[in-house]
């Protein structure tokens, strides 16, 4: 059992690897009568592809969308829907050289570790090409959620490369797609571009913090205990490709406050309760309070570089590995959209699984 599929309601399977043929997702659970195009998808999948500017891989791929089922006149059936990219730029003699060797920092030895196989070409299942399919399949979940809640928002930014943060006092969401990084600060922004170049003339990478905000998201997501929001946005973040930590609301902040300072009060307003602050997330015991909600995840740096590093290979024998191929020198970048994707599945799941237990039906306050 490999567990490749994620979700309760609305489930998601992805498949293929990084220098086959073709990968994809399978997307469960979506309702009848969703308006869904290709064209709904591409834009996501535009976001997220390499190539688009000289801090990314320069591998070309399309990574153009086909709706292979669940869809008939434009609108979905409630039958599985089966997505495709095709894979078009594949170079797989850049890993002929690492076939018996295991690169640092890589999940190769692990690979080999549990199945004893492992598909060398890219990494396969373990590369980051995998979250292309995860962001076709978060369009799908986007236009549930587009038809079910016109007035949610979902948005991804970089709001640390390395060491180096964004000042928040001149955060403006506006300027996100301003720049290669997602970053909604302008100086800071400009300040990544000279920092990366650096780095990745250098034969080097770096990590990223990607900030993903959700606003419109109404109040009675999620469950208690086992069937929590956090719980579950934790999970699908922590999925993705090289992240090593997740964070919901003030996080690991949260352990530095007071009981007066993290407590976020209520008062009431003209339409419902009104929060004073958001130190929680816009979750609460696991279900969300209406409020905006944040999730924040470090992406550790790209582990291939064409840097020396000591390894061994399957012999045991001790070597010097350059790891060739085209690389991101932080990857980070193209996971902005990736955690875009993994919010919107999320959530979509979560609001058709409160709807088959509630029926959206609210506790009244006032």
């Known amino acids: 059992m490999s567990l490749n599929s994620f979700g309760h309601v609305l489930k998601f399977t992805t498949w293929g690897e990084s220098h086959g043929p073709a990968i994809g997702a399978v997307v469960d659970g979506v309702p009848p009568g969703i308006a869904l195009s290709e064209a709904d998808l591409q834009p996501w999948l535009d976001k997220r592809k390499p190539g688009t500017s000289?801090?990314?891989?320069?591998?070309?791929?399309?990574?153009?969308?086909?709706?292979?089922?669940?869809?008939?006149?434009?609108?979905?059936?409630?039958?599985?829907?089966?997505?495709?990219?095709?894979?078009?730029?594949?170079?797989?003699?850049?890993?002929?050289?690492?076939?018996?060797?295991?690169?640092?920092?890589?999940?190769?030895?692990?690979?080999?570790?549990?199945?004893?196989?492992?598909?060398?070409r890219g990494g396969g299942r373990s590369s980051a090409r995998e979250t292309a399919s995860r962001v076709a399949a978060g369009g799908v979940a986007r236009a549930v959620l587009k038809a079910l809640l016109p007035g949610l928002t979902i948005t991804g930014y970089m709001v640390q490369m390395g060491v180096k943060g964004i000042d928040r006092s001149r955060l403006d969401l506006a300027t996100v797609g301003d720049n290669p990084f997602w970053c909604p600060d302008p100086v800071a922004a400009a300040d990544w571009a000279e920092y990366l170049d650096g780095l990745r003339l250098?034969?080097?990478?770096?990590?990223?913090?990607?900030?993903?905000?959700?606003?419109?998201?109404?109040p009675g997501l999620g469950a208690p205990l086992?069937?929590?929001?956090?719980?579950?946005?934790?999970?699908?973040?922590?999925?993705?490709?090289?992240?090593?930590?997740?964070?919901?609301?003030?996080?690991?902040?949260?352990?530095?406050?007071?009981?007066?300072?993290?407590?976020?009060?209520?008062?009431?307003?003209?339409?419902?309760?009104?929060?004073?602050?958001?130190?929680?997330?816009?979750?609460?015991?696991?279900?969300?309070s209406g409020q905006p909600v944040v999730c924040r995840f470090a992406v550790k740096p790209t582990s291939s570089i064409l840097t020396p590093r000591r390894t061994i290979d399957q012999t045991g024998a001790e070597i010097d590995l350059v790891t060739k191929g085209r690389h991101d020198p932080c990857v980070g970048i193209r996971a902005v959209p990736v955690g875009e994707a993994m919010m919107a599945l999320v959530l979509a799941d979560h609001l058709l699984l409160d709807r088959a237990q509630t029926g959206g039906l609210r506790g009244r306050i006032g």
């Open 54 to 120: 000289k801090f990314t891989t320069q591998r070309q791929e399309a990574d153009a969308v086909r709706i292979l089922s669940g869809v008939f006149e434009g609108v979905t059936t409630g039958t599985s829907i089966s997505l495709m990219i095709e894979n078009t730029d594949q170079r797989s003699k850049d890993y002929s050289a690492i076939a018996q060797a295991f690169r640092p920092g890589h999940a190769d030895i692990t690979y080999h570790q549990k199945y004893g196989v492992r598909d060398y």
């Open 202 to 218: 250098s034969h080097n990478s770096v990590g990223a913090v990607i900030e993903v905000v959700a606003h419109g998201v109404p």
């Open 226 to 288: 086992y069937g929590k929001l956090d719980s579950n946005l934790a999970s699908a973040m922590m999925s993705i490709n090289a992240v090593k930590a997740v964070e919901i609301g003030d996080g690991m902040a949260a352990a530095g406050l007071t009981g007066v300072e993290n407590a976020d009060e209520i008062r009431m307003g003209p339409n419902g309760p009104e929060f004073l602050s958001n130190h929680a997330g816009g979750i609460l015991g696991g279900i969300s």
